[in-house]
């Protein structure tokens, strides 16, 4: 039905949409999605050739209608398939409405402008049209005005339908509308629009869920993932497609609006998101990568989309004939969280031990893609563990300058200056004093949240990719934890960490997980999605545990 072609747009000297190709088929709802500024106004309006308004715009490639190509149009025979065959609902409802006309003449406009309808017979579809879009009768013939946000939005859905289009484009279609409006206009918006080709661009996910067959997701002028709604949703492999998941607002779980590190800045060559990646090789600076079939999905990242960073294969671990882990299998993504819940005696920290080498055990541990065997420096200066006892991980010898600094003084990174201003700087990123008086005091005179913040500040000084957080609230009160848990999300998100979070408690790991895993007797009984799991648990276990999850009801 529709077919765009190496779409290129820039407005002067910035650059816009930078080869942009995509297809909506025929009765089919395209969602694009996108943080502001990524170009998804832009690419709405280049299909209507609405973009030639501004001088400044200069448009290059093909967009195809019923196989004719629009670009090479010209106004006149443009005008004849804006709002006929092709029509658009307006983001700014203040500028696509005439405040000196009533809605049912703005509605009966385009109506009468096709020119195959009477007066009157404009005037009973455009009113016909205002009903079934949702106006109440008393906006009919009110001005702009007069109406509410979602009376104009329901007004310009009527505009754009009144000449039965082929093709209807959506432009943040519920922005600015409160939840029971914005849900009445989705229901509405599904229900009219059926048996059109459908093109709808937002930054709101949830609009996406509910309307789209298909996702593309738009990022510095470029798609970097397009698949099916439910696929891309629920398991994104753009490092870009998982920060917008996780930066939405969710019922169904809270591990959400936490963001990406960074924030979108122009890129001349190389992927326009390798300043925020947390996979980021030297190729993703020097070239573009191409928008690829990947099994069901279209991506564009030079590593394939999000990478395994930690794999775990049948790892096993006795204490004497005691098996404490019992052949596990697990994944943890690139800058992902992970977590990994259980009671007491489940083999959760034993499992974090062995793969930190402080147990021998069976099976085999990848790391970026490579075995490992005996750890050694590079190991530990990538993975770094945050211990169940935070006294216990530090030495009473050692004051907190000493303390922090003392992996640096390992590894002999830096002069002994660079070494103290790195830990100073580490100290500030905990949200730690790092004057003198401070460095000098010694564990015991710390306290619980200071020791920990400490001993976090000791696991991050060698910038590792990975953090194994072994129940690291557990000895802290319920204020305290909170700040310790928002700390090491916000730390994920500015240093795109990843996180392997182990705790007894699944109403925590909800708060923090992109992922679960429960684990029960040294075995991992169920895993997958936080959501999934929360709200679909399969396994009679994960089901008790959330059963006497803590509430305050």
């Not at 765009?4 to 942009?20: A, F, N, Q």
């Not at 093109?199 to 738009?218: Q, W, Y």
């Not at 004051?399 to 922090?404: D, W, Y």
Request: charged share 25%; net charge positive.
């Amino acid at each position: 039905m529709l077919k765009i072609k190496d779409l290129r747009v820039s407005y002067g000297k910035l650059k816009v949409l930078k080869g942009v190709n995509l297809e909506i088929k025929e009765g089919e709802c395209l969602g694009v999605i996108g943080e502001s500024g990524t170009g998804k106004t832009t690419l709405a309006l280049s299909i209507m050739r609405l973009v030639d308004e501004d001088s400044s715009a200069s448009l290059e490639g093909e967009i195809f209608f019923q196989e004719k190509n629009l670009m090479e149009m010209d106004e006149e025979m443009i005008r004849k398939i804006r709002w006929n065959s092709i029509s658009i609902v307006f983001q700014n409802k203040e500028d696509a409405l005439n405040p000196v006309h009533t809605i049912l003449d703005q509605v009966k406009e385009p109506i009468m402008e096709n020119g195959g309808e009477s007066k009157k017979e404009a005037t009973e579809k455009a009113i016909h049209l205002l009903s079934q879009v949702g106006l109440a009768s008393r906006c009919i013939k009110a001005y702009p005005h007069q109406l509410s946000e979602g009376e104009k939005q329901r007004s310009l859905l009527a505009m754009a339908l009144a000449n039965d289009p082929e093709v209807l484009i959506l432009d943040e279609p519920v922005s600015s509308l409160d939840t029971t409006s914005k849900a009445d206009m989705i229901t509405k918006i599904k229900r009219l629009s059926r048996g059109y080709s459908v093109l709808v661009v937002t930054h709101d996910i949830s609009t996406v869920a509910k309307l789209t067959d298909r996702v593309a997701v738009l990022y510095g002028g470029r798609i970097v993932e397009l698949a099916s709604t439910p696929l891309l949703l629920s398991n994104p492999r753009h490092p870009y497609t998982r920060g917008l998941l996780r930066s939405y607002p969710n019922m169904t779980t809270t591990k959400d609006l936490q963001g990406m590190k960074g924030r979108m800045q122009p890129v001349e060559k190389g992927c326009p998101f390798y300043p925020r990646c947390t996979q980021v090789v030297d190729v993703c600076k020097r070239k573009n990568p191409e928008l690829q079939k990947i099994g069901e999905r279209f991506l564009a990242c030079h590593r394939g989309g999000i990478l395994p960073f930690l794999k775990v294969k049948n790892l096993t671990k006795y204490f004497d004939s005691f098996r404490a882990v019992d052949s596990v299998c697990l994944t943890l993504y690139e800058g992902e969280t992970l977590g990994l819940v259980g009671e007491s005696g489940a083999g959760k920290t034993t499992l974090a031990k062995s793969i930190m080498g402080l147990f021998h055990s069976e099976g085999e541990i990848y790391l970026e893609g490579e075995k490992v065997g005996e750890r050694d420096k590079k190991f530990y200066k990538t993975v770094q563990m945050i211990f169940q006892n935070p006294r216990e991980s530090l030495s009473h010898r050692l004051n907190v300058l000493e303390a922090v600094r003392e992996p640096l003084d390992i590894y002999k990174i830096g002069s002994f200056r660079q070494r103290s201003q790195k830990v100073e700087q580490t100290l500030t990123e905990v949200e730690l004093p790092s004057d003198e008086e401070f460095l000098d005091r010694y564990p015991h005179h710390l306290s619980g949240g200071e020791i920990q913040r400490v001993v976090i500040a000791r696991a991050l000084v060698l910038d590792p990719k990975l953090l194994i957080a072994d129940e690291p609230t557990s000895f802290l009160d319920a204020s305290i934890q909170a700040k310790i848990v928002r700390l090491l999300l916000n730390l994920q998100e500015k240093r795109g960490l990843g996180l392997l979070f182990i705790t007894h408690d699944i109403a925590l790991a909800r708060k923090v997980s992109d992922r679960l895993v429960v684990m029960l007797k040294g075995k991992i009984v169920e895993e997958g999605p936080t959501p999934q799991i929360l709200s679909s648990p399969s396994h009679p276990y994960t089901r008790n545990l959330l059963r006497v999850a803590p509430t305050l009801t």
